[in-house]
């Protein structure tokens, strides 16, 4: 199979590379390598790719229409996971309009290369973050996620509505994954898991926000990336029994599934720092601040149908999976 991979130099995306590679599928991947933190962690993620036979590499941003109708025409992808977006929740406080020009019409760009070239199946990235307001937990695609706080998560909730139009009018299938905080070697410096590891090793202080009254849903990256592989390979057909009256936003009588991809365990921000300066063998100086903007208190996935789809269960605890991402960071950063 001929897979395209977007955001193929970001943490998931490489991952996800190295995976569909060792099962010996062609991947093609984009990513526009931009700076929204240090382009040389990315650099780094495509020189490990570099040897591997089944894999090219184009330099791409989403938001460019002539450059991805090109690429989806010249190369005549089977399946495709868009896993490229403007992430963070609290950039997009600051910059806005990133997000419009990445997640909206970069996900529109992909959509109509798909629909355009018979693409067999899109699997793309959707985010916890759409249940916003919601407390009922855990979260459920079964659940209404008309509330976001930030605008990533409500570019993210556009995204789900994007796709499912496309399936609808084109039979196009599609599939989203909502991810829940996902750690692990070659993780992104803006997530915690780095941000907190870096800190407590350089001997600077961390900030807990709300006194650390969070908790979240950490989900190692190996075990992602088995769901994500998992669902490109079923390919979601219509729902005939479904109706608006009486169905889910998971589900349609179009081509189109919601899934949520976790680990289904959420850990309290203490705990989780503790697991770290178990890890590293050094206590952390604590900074106890108020909540952030655009932030939730928990997120907790309930993955009940990823597992009856496809047999997705995680397996990683996450006292391993911090030891893992410690190693590589010490490894990595030679510290």
């Not at 993620?45 to 938001?63: G, H, M, N, Y």
């Not at 995204?159 to 299938?173: C, G, I, R, V």
Request: charged share 20%; proline share 5%; with cysteine.
């Amino acid at each position: 199979m001929k897979y395209l991979v977007t955001g193929a130099a970001g943490f998931i995306g490489f991952h996800v590379v190295q995976a569909l590679s060792n099962q010996g599928h062609e991947i093609i991947g984009i990513d526009n390598l931009n700076d929204y933190y240090d382009p040389a962690l990315k650099l780094a993620r495509l020189a490990q790719l570099e040897p591997v036979a089944e894999f090219s590499f184009i330099k791409l941003d989403l938001a460019d229409r002539d450059g991805m109708a090109a690429l989806f025409e010249q190369q005549q992808f089977d399946i495709v996971i868009h896993l490229a977006a403007q992430a963070g929740v609290r950039y997009s406080i600051d910059n806005p309009l990133v997000y419009a020009d990445s997640n909206l019409t970069g996900h529109l760009t992909v959509l109509e290369g798909c629909r355009q070239t018979k693409v067999k199946h899109l699997v793309y990235a959707s985010s916890s973050s759409v249940y916003g307001l919601n407390t009922k937990t855990p979260f459920s695609c079964d659940d209404s996620v008309d509330h976001p706080i930030s605008l990533y998560a409500a570019t993210k909730k556009a995204n789900e509505l994007m796709s499912h139009t496309y399936s609808h009018l084109y039979d196009l299938p599609t599939s989203g994954l909502r991810f829940f905080t996902v750690y692990g070697p070659w993780g992104r410096p803006d997530m915690a898991p780095f941000k907190f590891t870096k800190k407590i090793i350089d001997g600077d202080a961390i900030d807990i926000y709300n006194n650390g009254n969070l908790s979240r849903d950490f989900t190692y990256i190996d075990d992602i990336v088995e769901g994500i592989v998992r669902v490109a390979e079923k390919v979601p057909s219509a729902n005939k029994d479904w109706t608006p009256e009486a169905g889910t936003a998971k589900s349609s009588s179009a081509p189109y599934r919601l899934y949520n991809i976790g680990n289904g365990n959420p850990v309290q921000l203490l705990e989780f720092v503790q697991t770290i300066e178990s890890a590293t063998g050094i206590t952390a100086t604590k900074n106890m601040k108020p909540m952030q903007p655009g932030d939730v208190y928990k997120t907790w996935a309930d993955t009940q149908d990823l597992f009856d789809a496809v047999g997705y269960q995680p397996k990683t605890a996450l006292k391993e999976g911090i030891k893992h991402f410690v190693q590589w960071y010490r490894d990595f950063y030679q510290v």
